[in-house]
């Protein structure tokens, strides 16, 4: 059986692991939204459309790595 003091550390190390992947995606987002500046033929509008979308898949993104992490948090947490 694992300890109280061991799954505080475990999701302690969930906390982590869900930050860096947060800060992953974010790179992600800063890379293709540079992307779409640099594009070529692109008009204002479009561009303006497309951070917009990408921003919303992002927002989605980060939810879901919080909605994991706080569900495995959760289920380490019980003693079973």
């Known amino acids: 059986p694992i ?11 969930v906390g982590k692991l869900a930050e ?3 800060i992953k995606v974010r790179q992600i987002r800063h890379n293709t939204i540079k992307d779409v500046d640099d ?11 497309d951070k917009e979308k990408i921003q919303k898949i992002i ?10 992490a706080k569900s495995k948090e959760q289920d380490l947490m019980v003693v079973k």
């Open 59 to 68: 927002d989605d993104a980060v939810k879901s790595v919080d909605e994991l």
């Open 20 to 22: 860096e992947t947060k």
């Open 3 to 13: 300890t109280e003091e061991d799954r505080k550390l475990k999701v302690k190390e």
């Open 39 to 49: 594009a070529e033929g692109v008009s204002e509008d479009d561009q303006k459309r």
